[in-house]
């Protein structure tokens, strides 16, 4: 008695995952992002959107402030960087521009950091600040972050789900 409701505990734990990966599967079906997502890793570090089968999770809506810091703490805690975070609470969205200043500042700090110094090739960075230009160089070079085409990156566009 005790294998067999051991069997049918194991076939119900690992058909919620299948129904869970399912609903992102759906929403991801035919958005550009569905080959760039991974779904343990948003799983993981965005937990608030995979509850309820990924019921939050909608990969065109923007991201808040508050959320993405938590993300980000968890995942700089998981690489042991600073886990600091100055915008919980905050209920707006974040910019383009803005995630490089958080992501860059984390990863500023670490020295051994390589990469090859290519130049931007975005023509609407004009209006960010050099901090925040010299951060992208690093994030672009690193693949942590794209534009939004081969020639923009939209430091002001409200940043998405996915694009988090």
């Avoid at 690093?138 to 939004?148: A, C, E, H, Q, R």
């Amino acid at each position: 008695m005790k294998k067999l409701v051991s069997v049918v505990l194991i076939i119900l734990i690992l058909s919620t995952n299948v129904v869970a990966f399912a609903n992102i599967d759906e929403k991801l079906a035919n958005h550009w992002s569905k080959d760039i997502i991974e779904k343990g890793f948003l799983a993981y570090y965005f937990p608030y959107l995979a509850k309820e089968s990924f019921e939050k999770f909608n990969p065109d809506e923007y991201i808040l402030k508050k959320d993405f810091e938590l993300s980000l703490a968890s995942l700089s805690k998981d690489y042991g960087l600073d886990t600091s975070t100055n915008n919980v609470g905050i209920y707006e969205v974040l910019t383009r521009e803005e995630i490089v200043e958080l992501i860059g500042n984390k990863l500023v700090s670490i020295d051994t950091i390589k990469y090859e110094n290519q130049e931007l090739p975005f023509q609407d960075i004009n209006t960010m600040n050099k901090n925040s230009i010299e951060l992208l160089r690093i994030l672009f070079n690193l693949k942590i972050i794209s534009g939004v085409s081969n020639t923009s990156f939209a430091p002001d566009k409200k940043l998405t789900q996915a694009e988090a």
